[in-house]
């Protein structure tokens, strides 16, 4: 089956930053989708197109591409500074005419995400997939790669070079909000976090972290078997989720 078609927007930051973003129109055109991708992904990476292919089953989508990945301008912040990206995807959300609004991140996607809901508000609902809870995780592998690439000069040069991630030098100052802490400030709006028991970056401890921190309405679905972020999500899950986003707004 083809992709659904997009249609390329750019969007621009309240800092000025150039965001690469294109929207997913929907049969459904009163629930607006934002999706926000992992540290060195795109919206137009083939497991993001498929992942908008599907949500848009449920509402319209608006991908985008954080500051300092793909085409968008700027560098990453890793976390920081990208709520104002998905700020302005919300905003652009409600600009061409959707009343409910929904964020679903994937990875550092989705610690921006929680922290976006929880800092800035405007959602109607938030979905936070393979996201990490606390900050300078280094207890597996994969994320002690992470590191390397985001601290070390030659890791920056590699992400860009093999990734189109442009990297920002330095350290947080001062250091962001949590996702756990920021979680607690989501509510009314609905929480749902999902999470796989095979997770090789963030292990189930921090989908647990995140859930004792937010309030009511939340949920947590550990799935068996389930990777990481959006390379594992299967279009089941995303099924699932997308039905999780309709079942609010019914």
């Given at each position: ?30 629930v607006g989708i ?32 954080f500051r300092g ?182």
């Amino acid at each position: 089956m083809p992709l659904a078609p997009n249609f390329p927007v750019m969007l621009r930051t309240e800092d000025g930053v150039r965001i690469d973003a294109a929207h997913t129109p929907s049969a459904r055109t009163d629930v607006g989708i934002v999706m926000a991708h992992g540290f060195t992904g795109s919206w137009r990476d083939r497991t993001a197109r498929r992942i908008v292919h599907v949500l848009s089953g449920y509402g319209g989508v608006i991908a985008f591409d954080f500051r300092g990945h793909g085409r968008s301008g700027g560098e990453t912040t890793v976390g920081d500074l990208e709520i104002l990206d998905v700020e302005a995807a919300v905003r652009h959300a409600r600009v061409i005419g959707y009343t409910k609004v929904v964020v679903v991140g994937f990875s550092m996607g989705a610690a921006v995400a929680v922290r976006h809901a929880g800092l800035r508000g405007g959602v109607d609902a938030v979905v936070a997939v393979s996201g990490p809870a606390r900050w300078y995780y280094r207890g597996t592998k994969p994320m002690r790669q992470v590191h390397w690439a985001i601290e070390q000069p030659f890791g920056r040069w590699a992400a860009r070079v093999a990734k189109r991630t442009r990297i920002a030098r330095g350290q947080w100052d001062p250091i962001p909000m949590p996702p756990h802490e920021a979680a607690g400030l989501i509510s009314p709006a609905p929480l749902l976090i999902v999470h796989g028991d095979a997770d090789t970056f963030f292990p189930l401890d921090h989908a647990r972290q995140l859930y004792a921190g937010a309030r009511e309405p939340k949920e947590l679905w550990v799935e068996p078997g389930f990777g990481h972020a959006e390379s594992a999500a299967t279009p089941e899950l995303v099924r699932r989720i997308g039905k999780w986003i309709s079942s609010n707004f019914s």
